[in-house]
């Protein structure tokens, strides 16, 4: 299924950020967002997602069908490796995790509690949830936060294989990850600040 963004503006704190942006992400493709920090990346993928309403614009195609993972790893501590997939793949209705221990190397680690694993093992674990979700759009925000080179390749090589089957991904991040796909620039969709007189009604 394609994702359809059409001249869609979006707004941190009631204040646009990004104003007119259009793309579609089609089955089987990548797209990098790239801007600097502060710039709306973060904004425009919770808005994407669904965590909050655009000002305005038209998005097609994402009901249901798009997994997030944002800065936050998603996990319970007190829950071991193997106890915090089965309860993602319980709410998202798949049956295993194996693909997922395995597609990140946490097979070891299947039984230790999440709060006793590193930083990037922890994001590691954060990350493999996209594979148990069974959603064809993953929408990831700074992904490899905490990784060491090694780590970036095996989720480079997790995106490679959800495109392969027919999935896509939208994705915040400075790094290379080696993947064949477009970057979208948001720079150029920057919003025009609120004239002074309409300035407090960035806050109503």
Known sequence: MSLVITDLCIARGGIPVLDGLSFTLEPGQALILRGPNGSGKTTLLRTIA??????????????DTIAYAGHSDGIKPTLTVT????????VFGTKSISNALKAFDLELLCDRPAGELSAGQKR??????MLVTG?????LDEPTVSLDVKSVAMFATAVRAHLGQGGSALIATHIDLGLDCEVLEVGPFKAKPPAIEDFDGGFL
């Open 135 to 139: 959603r064809p759009i993953w929408v």
């Open 83 to 90: 106890e915090n997939l089965t309860f993602w793949a319980s």
């Open 50 to 63: 669904g965590l909050q309403p655009p000002i305005s614009g038209q998005m097609e195609g994402g009901e």
């Open 124 to 129: 590691r674990l954060g990350l493999s949830r």
